[in-house]
């Protein structure tokens, strides 16, 4: 890329000791501790410079843990509400739009805030020397990152349940560095993430980290930043979808490096981070005030997970019991986890589109449900200051703009493989 970039030096630091160490390239944990916990960056800028929109993603590089920029990038664009804040009779809701929305200046290319990740991921991974990335997506994620790897000609695996391959759609054709394996009909996300643990096992492939990637959730953590540089201070209220709740975390550190920063305020956002039911097992463990998921039979959550239509929110083992994970930013945030039905979740994004001029994905439609119910609840009032994340949109519009292609899988996987069948695939497919 031809514009100036100067990576902003960072270490990583482990969350449960404070310890600090050095990136090594794809440092996902902390060197030589026994308990979970997610590592950090901490950057050596401690003010960040917002760069002009050309950067895309990349404008917020001071805070982001890479060394080099890709093109193509779109960053999340903020905007006062009006139709949505009349409706409701709120004066200070604050959307943050990642997806298609020219006229707003968002041209993310997938209409999902899930590029955010991909770009700072590529962007932090050194020249791959044939590695295979692996990521496991229940949609949206693998749509992502399979467009960023294509563009960039970085080498991909990626592994989704079958079910959810409608999520697999392009405006242009995918090239052959990326492959999608998928678990049969009748898997979950959990399926799809055992998958990629067994290919992570072989030679030449790394996983992509997820929530423990740094590169992921400070890419994610872009929203917050697109929305308190755009207010001009650090609002009140957060509302999100969760599935992992990465995005949540991300949120919440985004948040203390703006305290940091001095410019913007010192308090922290209250995270309202929303489920879809029937499927809420971060809900169910936060009321019960427990730092473990609870347990959940494996053919009850399928079924739960069949029944919602926000399909993305399915992560069975979230980041949640993790030091640094959802819990703790909960835990020192404040905030509540809301559900949401398909019914409420349909009226709502119904009422954005109308309201707005914008069609949103499922997952966005479930938390702008849930800001609804906690203005009728009285949990949120006339005068909060509200960010409201969202995920996904625009994609009825694009699609209806675009010529579409599907991204069709290289091969079908048994919900539980044998090792030595996803060997032989895979060295098939990458010629390994």
Known sequence: MSKDFTPTPYILESVKTGKQFKDTGWTLDAPDEKDPTLIRAIYNKKQIEVKDASYGVFRFADWLPV???????????????????????????????????????????????????????????????GTVLVVASAGNTARAFARVCSDNNIPLLLCVPEDNISALWFDEPIKDNVKLVVTKSGSDYFDAIHLSNMACELDGFVAEGGAKNVARRDGMGTTTLSAVTTIGKIPEFYFQAVGSGTGAIAAWEANKRLIEDGRFGNNLMKLMVSQNTPFVPIHDAWKADSRDMLPLDDDVARKQVEE??????????????????????????????????????AEAARVFKEVEGNDIHPAAAVATATLINAVKDGVVKKDDCIMLNITGGGEERFKSEKEIVYLKPAHVFDITPSMEDVEKVLSELFQK
């Open 67 to 129: 060394h080099k920029m890709m093109e193509g990038s779109s960053a999340p664009v903020t905007y006062k509400s009006e139709g949505l804040a009349k409706c409701l009779g709120l004066s200070n809701l604050y959307i943050t739009f990642s997806g298609y929305w020219p006229e707003k200046g968002s041209n993310f290319r997938t209409c999902s805030f899930k590029e955010t990740e991909a770009y700072a991921v590529g962007g932090r991974l050194e020249s791959s020397n």
């Open 308 to 345: 919602i239509d926000a399909k993305v929110l399915s992560n069975r083992k979230p980041p949640y019991p993790v030091c640094g994970g959802l819990y703790d930013a909960m835990k020192e945030a404040g905030g509540e986890v809301l559900c949401a039905t398909n019914e409420e979740a």
